[in-house]
């Protein structure tokens, strides 16, 4: 239990801190076996860090393959509006 003096540390805190100390760590490791087990400890560190916080989804601009896949999503189920007749 803490005291109202000492700063709470959730489990994402220490999660941070612990990846941060391996990346560290891993930057001055001179071991190829002992940098792969930091290696996957540091995966599964990411991966619990991005199911407590999951990163804010970006939306991006609609480009032209994504526009030509809506338009034809459109015109294959209907809903888009008819096509002007030549002439």
Known sequence: ???????????????????????????????????????????????QIDELDPPAVVEKPEDDVDEFTRRLRERESGTAAPRKAKG
């Open 1 to 47: 239990m803490t005291t109202p003096d000492e700063p709470s540390v959730t489990r994402l805190d220490g999660l941070r801190e612990m990846r941060d100390d391996l990346r560290t760590r891993m930057s001055k490791c001179d071991s190829d076996q002992n940098f792969a087990v930091m290696g996957r400890l540091l995966a599964d560190t990411l991966k």
